[in-house]
């Protein structure tokens, strides 16, 4: 099955500032949520949290970057809700 996914265009914006490479990492990285979103299966270091009383999902991009999501199954999508630096991720997460 094939999910949807979807990247306000904060994060947008926000992504294109970066340089060329960390850009086409995090691009590469988001897509494979395509495919499988859930943590344990696909590629990707991913995990089920409690954030801000929702469930959501993190996935690890490398040691750098963090990117915070939630699953719409029923619609088959995933919403991108933050990408941060992973130290400011464990700031503000505590995870």
Do not use: C
């Not at 996914?5 to 850009?23: A, C, M, N, P, R």
């Not at 990117?67 to 088959?76: D, H, N």
Request: hydrophobic share 30%.
């Amino acid at each position: 099955m094939t999910y949807n996914v979807f990247v306000t265009s904060e994060i947008q914006e926000f992504v294109g500032y970066l340089d060329k490479k960390t850009t086409r990492i995090i691009k590469e990285n988001l897509k494979k949520l395509e495919t499988n979103p859930y943590p344990g299966k696909g590629s990707g270091d991913k995990e089920k949290l409690p954030v801000k009383g929702k469930q959501r999902y993190r996935m690890h991009i490398g040691r750098t970057w963090t990117v915070f999501y939630s699953i719409l199954e029923g619609k088959k999508q995933v919403r991108i809700a933050e990408i941060l630096p992973i130290d400011e991720a464990h700031r503000k997460y505590g995870f």
